[in-house]
Nanobody, 122 residues
Framework: QVQLVESGGGLVKAGGSLRLSCLAS????????MGWFRQAPGKDREFVAA????????YYADSTKGRFTISRDNAKNTMYLEMNSLKPEDTAVYYC???????????????WGQGTQVTVSS
């Protein structure tokens, strides 16, 4: 069955770094674009970053550009999000998703993981 599993979340101090991973199984990972979204309590799911099927095209929200780096390893069916210079406003549940092509809209993603909590303290 299709499964996306996020890992790497946790509690970190402001200014710190964290790397999230998304391990995919049960479908053709290399045939899909991938994206990271986040959602804080009471807020809509927000686009963070996306990456093309090959990994050569990357896209970032203005709030994360320059601090976050998205990457993928198709041989390992895994996508990563390296987060640096973390801020309290980065606190949210982070989700990985699969789409036909990259998109900033949650509705375009047809597979989702369960999410991993990232908490950044002041």
């Amino acid at each position: 069955q299709v499964q996306l599993v996020e890992s790497g979340g946790g509690l970190v101090k402001a200014g710190g770094s964290l790397r999230l991973s998304c391990l995919a199984s049960g479908y053709g990972f290399s045939y899909t674009a991938m994206g990271w979204f986040r959602q804080a309590p009471g807020k809509d799911r927000e686009f963070v970053a996306a990456i093309s099927k090959t990994g050569y095209g990357t896209y970032y929200a203005d709030s994360t550009k320059g601090r976050f780096t998205i990457s993928r390893d198709n041989a390992k069916n895994t996508m990563y999000l390296e987060m640096n210079s973390l801020k309290p406003e980065d606190t949210a549940v982070y989700y990985c998703g699969s789409a036909e092509v990259y998109s900033t809209q949650p509705r375009d993603y047809f597979y989702w993981g369960q999410g991993t909590q990232v908490t950044v303290s002041s």
